[in-house]
């Protein structure tokens, strides 16, 4: 079983930078690959960022390339988003997401387990 707790959400405005912080328990976390998702009020769940157990490989959505930045450190079990440039757009609340398979895939429907969320608010 994986637990995964995120952090690091808040208010910033438009441009200014937040990393989002996801720390997981459980032994095999380090051989699942993870993955950021969000959600805005009245939107679906959409996916922002994934990356591989090992790190070497990632994907990102059209719209946050170029401007997040997606990264683990498993000696730690914690993920990361950094995110730049932020945009009002990008408001909604980050889940974390492990599955039980190390391609980082985009569906939201490939992951196993989801942290609580939490918020992002960027002012214009």
């Known amino acids: 079983q994986v637990q995964l707790v995120e952090s690091g959400g808040g208010l910033v405005q438009a441009g200014g930078s937040l990393r989002l912080s996801c720390a997981a328990s459980?032994?095999?976390?380090?051989?699942?690959?993870m993955a950021w998702f969000r959600q805005a009020p009245g939107k679906e769940r959409e996916f922002v960022a994934a990356v591989s157990w090992s790190a070497s490989n990632t994907r990102y959505a059209d719209s946050v390339k170029g401007r997040f930045t997606i990264s683990r450190d498993n000696a730690k079990k914690t993920g990361y988003l950094q995110m730049n440039d932020l945009k009002p757009e990008d408001t909604a609340v980050y889940y974390c997401?492990?599955?039980?398979?190390?391609?980082?895939?985009?569906?939201?429907?490939?992951?196993?387990?989801w942290g609580q969320g939490t918020q992002v608010t960027v002012s214009s």
């Open positions: 459980g032994r095999t976390f380090n051989s699942f690959a």
């Open positions: 997401a492990a599955r039980r398979a190390t391609a980082p895939l985009a569906p939201a429907r490939d992951y196993d387990y």
